[in-house]
């Protein structure tokens, strides 16, 4: 299957209309691979979307449930494509080549956190949504 024709159907699994800048954007984000920032995807859309286009289109996205985002250590909003088995996971940045790789946690760690998570709700009054962990170095290229 091409890159357009999955784009295609990730926006029919979610039964919502397949417009040419929700498929640019799937598409640019299925080629790499890769977790992308806002101005990674302006920059591969090679001019075919305004910035504003790009940043309603993703909005479109996330609600439909097919990305997610989050913050790099630089503070820019990542997206990162939701995988068909899309889990709980974590990230390591890359401090010199950029690159955002999947982590998974032990479970049991994962577990821990979730407790620690519900404890501090309570003794706080808090409503919590959700935790990130980042981790900072080297991917296995540049270390
Ligand atoms: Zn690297
Ligand atoms: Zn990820």
Known sequence: MSV???SRSLLTSKDVSITNPRLIVLSILL???DPLTIDQILKASRG???QSTVYRVINDLQKFGL???FTNPENATVIELN???AKHHHHLFCKNCRRIID???DRELEDHIQSEVLSI???YSLSIDGHSLELLGLCNFCS
Request: glycine share 4%.
């Open 103 to 105: 982590i998974e946690l």
């Open 67 to 69: 990305i997610s985002e």
């Open 48 to 50: 075919k979307l305004a």
């Open 83 to 85: 995988k068909e088995d």
């Open 31 to 33: 080629r790499k691979g």
């Open 4 to 6: 357009k024709e999955q």
């Open 121 to 123: 709700q309570e003794q």
